[in-house]
């Protein structure tokens, strides 16, 4: 079984910055790749970033473009998600996630096969 746990979360006033990092453990698998999803209360899940191990390219929705930053840990299938200048409408459940095939950007949920329980990301306004 894999297990992918997230840690970072917290509260943070407007203008803050928080690090959530990603760790996966369990079962040995092969993966393409990991995102980053929230879901705010009463929302659906939504992408926020992702990152693909072949290429190193990024991807982020354009809510977050410039300010936050997703990056590949030195330990295998572990991924970071640096948030700067973070805004009230950031506050969301934040998930972690890997790929188990190249298929896609990993934008979209149904293309990962692994998820985080979530870490809560709250930011005062």
């Known amino acids: 079984q894999v297990h992918l746990v997230e840690s970072g979360g917290g509260l943070v006033q407007t203008g803050g910055s928080l690090r959530l990092s990603c760790a996966a453990s369990g079962r040995t698998f092969s993966s393409y790749g990991m995102g980053w999803f929230r879901q705010a209360p009463g929302k659906e899940r939504e992408f926020v970033a992702a990152i693909r191990w072949n290429d190193g390219n990024t991807y982020y929705t354009d809510s977050v473009k410039g300010r936050f930053t997703i990056s590949r840990g030195n330990a295998k299938q572990t991924v970071y998600l640096q948030m700067n200048i973070l805004k009230p409408e950031d506050t969301a459940v934040y998930y972690c996630?890997?790929?188990?095939?190249?298929?896609?950007?990993?934008?979209?949920?149904?293309?990962?096969?692994?998820w985080g329980q979530g870490t809560l990301v709250t930011v005062s306004s």
């Open positions: 996630a890997a790929r188990g095939s190249d298929y896609g950007l990993g934008l979209a949920p149904y293309e990962y096969d692994y």
